[in-house]
């Protein structure tokens, strides 16, 4: 009974072009979303954050789509670079979650030279 | 500023043996969390604490897993006795507030359990 889901385990895009990372959610009580990178051997790092008052938010190359009807969030990268192949996990949250966050099982990102 | 940091960085036990895990989080940051990856599926939340009380165990899989704070400055995650399905990836993150405050993740203890 996930309750985020990444559907997606990988995606491969050519850099240059634009990397489309999605998310789905089953709780509606959610109302903070957020991206998360992760590295080989490091820890999940934060990159960026939306609140459910909002249906984007952009933070440079990095804009975060949410879809509240559709309980669904995407991340767009552009222009994707060789730097952003990593994991990318969904995180969600909600006051009735306190601090703790729900993840999704990742996308690993790959992006071509 | 040192990030949160994880000791060990591996761990390979066998069944019924004792693990404990460490995290160190950032200085000045009152909350810290456990959380645990089996096996590249989602990353799952254990538990919570604010110093050195726990706010929130409600991840915490069964009473082989004991969480410390004491002293509200560094944390330890013991298992014992360790089961197979332990192996995974423990993260530890901190946080200076609650709430949305934004938590940075250590980089993780893999536990394999043999």
């Known amino acids: 009974d996930q309750q985020v889901k990444q559907n997606s385990p990988s995606l491969s895009v050519q850099e240059g072009r634009i990397s489309i990372l999605n998310c789905d959610y089953t709780n509606s009580m959610f109302d903070y979303f957020l991206w998360y990178k992760k590295y080989p051997a490091e820890g999940p790092t934060f990159l960026i954050s939306?609140?459910?008052?909002?249906d984007k938010n952009e933070d440079g190359r990095f804009t975060v789509f949410l879809n509240k009807s559709a309980k669904h969030l995407s991340l767009h990268i552009v222009p994707s670079q060789p730097g952003d192949s990593a994991v990318y996990f969904c995180?969600?949250?909600?006051?009735?979650?306190?601090?703790?966050?729900?993840f999704g099982a990742g996308t690993i990102l790959r992006v071509k030279s | 500023e040192a990030g949160v940091t994880q000791f060990p960085s591996h761990s390979v036990i066998e069944k019924g043996q004792t693990v404990t895990l460490r995290c160190d989080p950032i200085s000045g940051h009152d909350n810290l969390y456990w959380y645990r990856r089996v096996m590249g599926k989602e990353i799952k939340f254990l538990l919570h604490?604010?110093?050195?009380?726990?706010?929130?165990e409600s991840g915490m899989p069964n009473n082989r897993f004991l969480a410390e704070r004491t002293g509200g400055t560094y944390s330890t995650l013991k298992v014992q006795p360790a089961e197979l399905e332990d192996s995974g990836v423990y993260f530890c993150?901190?946080?200076?507030?609650?709430?949305?405050?934004?938590?940075?993740f250590g980089p993780g203890t893999r536990l394999t359990v043999l």
């Open positions: 939306i609140s459910s008052i909002k």
């Open positions: 993150a901190s946080s200076h507030a609650g709430g949305w405050d934004e938590q940075f």
């Open positions: 604490f604010v110093k050195e009380s726990k706010q929130d």
């Open positions: 995180a969600a949250s909600g006051e009735e979650y306190g601090n703790k966050l729900v």
